[in-house]
């Protein structure tokens, strides 16, 4: 999959591309259906398919205010773009003059001058361009004028409500990661490096990896049934989010123990991948309740990847 990063890293004498366009924070299952229209109308026209995002997201430009801690960092995005058989995306970096471009200014103007398009396909919620004044039946007008196809894509439905980077927002927010796996399609997931802690873990029994996270949107506080991608493998573990009561802290961590696994991971890059809600984080009366605790916890987790049939290591 190629990326390009603004109009200016394209090749000249472009051939029309069939393309969706959107933040598609998430890559949920929504995007996933427009995606796949993408591709099979691109493969029956033999032309390029295509995604046309935005960076940063546009309200950190419009209403900061407003700004949603996204569900996926760029590089998590790009990496679940590249298993919908896209074969590029283009990056446009978003800024005030971007903003201000009328709807059919940003076709018109900025974007087909340097990106034509055969088809664009997208959800049935499309808002674009200025104070996202235009809609699906203003860009099917500006397409049948400048010769491209607008393919109208269904919303997905899963539980009862509508798949959308909202939606899944919400649900990771209260701590209902199951829920956030079926919109996405796969589990939420944090990545980051791995820092030096205060190996309270280790001393009781329970060494931890204490991510720093490039995400910004975090589960509630709690406990929670993960997985760790890490040096080439994925292993069971459990993860605690919280201010860890027991010892005082007033600072949200982020720490992991990785179930039979030695290994040093600090240092390293590491995605935790989020299963189930164990339990809500508690205060205890001191280290030695605190343990007894999570070798409950540990029985638990051990028995949810045995149930599944999932390798603890």
Known sequence: MKVWNGLDDLPDDRSPAVASIGNYDGVHRGHQRILESVVGDARQRGAVAALITFDPHPLTVVAPDRRPDLVQTRRQKLRSLESTRIDEVLIVPFDAALAALEPEAFFEEFLLPRYPLGALHVGDNFRFGK?????????????????????????????????????????????????????????????????????????????????????????????YL?????LAGRHAAMTNIGLRPTFGRDRLTVETHVLDFDDDLYGQRIEVLFLERLRDEQPFDGPAQLADQLARDRAAAESYFARLRLPIK
């Open 131 to 223: 104070a996202r004044r235009g809609d699906v039946e203003l860009l099917a007008s500006i397409g049948q004028r400048a010769g491209f196809d607008v393919r109208r894509v269904g919303a997905v439905e899963v539980d009862d409500r509508i798949v959308s980077s909202s939606a899944i927002r919400h649900a990771v927010r209260d701590g209902d990661v199951a829920l956030a796996e079926r919109l996405l399609g796969r589990p939420f997931a944090l990545t980051g490096l791995v820092a030096r802690g205060e190996s309270r873990g280790r001393e009781l029994g329970f060494p931890t990896a204490n991510l720093e996270p490039d995400n910004m949107l975090l589960p509630r506080p709690g406990v």
């Open 226 to 230: 993960t997985q760790v991608r890490a």
